[in-house]
């Protein structure tokens, strides 16, 4: 349980760094025409948008969690980017995405969607670093508090 939110965290980055930087690359060199491929990145987006909200929820529920699995420091600080990322998912779904979609001046509403896909990743990747230093926080006061222990 004390794994989750560094779980939860990689997830949300790891998803956004594989639909972004691989498969939806992948679709376009091998889908035959560019609207087939267009077509599917939308529906991929779509479904990260769901994966996005489910791990940026469960972040939310273990920060506020009665159970210590991470410190208030590190909480804190991540709370901002998990809303500010699910924020950003929210927009690109709901504003950016139907404009893409609808053709309607695409090269404009492309560069919004994928400048603020990048700020969903860059914040998921925040999250998940200050995951990992709450973890190596906790597991260095663990150690120490043992030795502690042990020396008494």
């Not at 990260?48 to 208030?72: D, I, Y």
């Not at 504003?95 to 979609?101: F, G, S």
Request: net charge positive; proline share 5%.
């Amino acid at each position: 349980m004390r794994q989750l939110p560094i779980w939860l965290a990689a997830a949300w980055a790891m998803s956004l760094s594989v639909l972004g930087l691989m498969v939806v690359p992948l679709l376009f060199v091998h889908l035959p025409t560019p609207a087939m491929a267009g077509q599917m990145a939308a529906k991929l987006f779509s479904a990260q948008m769901w994966v996005s909200v489910a791990c940026g929820a469960g972040l939310l529920m273990v920060f506020r969690s009665k159970r210590a699995l991470t410190p208030v420091e590190y909480a804190q600080p991540a709370t901002l980017f998990v809303v500010g990322g699910l924020l950003l998912a929210l927009l690109v779904e709901l504003a950016v995405a139907p404009r893409i979609v609808a053709r309607e001046n695409l090269a404009l509403w492309h560069r919004i969607g994928s400048a603020l896909y990048l700020a969903q990743w860059l914040c998921s990747l925040w999250v998940m670093r200050c995951m990992v230093a709450a973890q190596s926080a906790k597991q260095a006061a663990d150690h120490s508090g043992a030795r502690t222990d042990a020396q008494i």
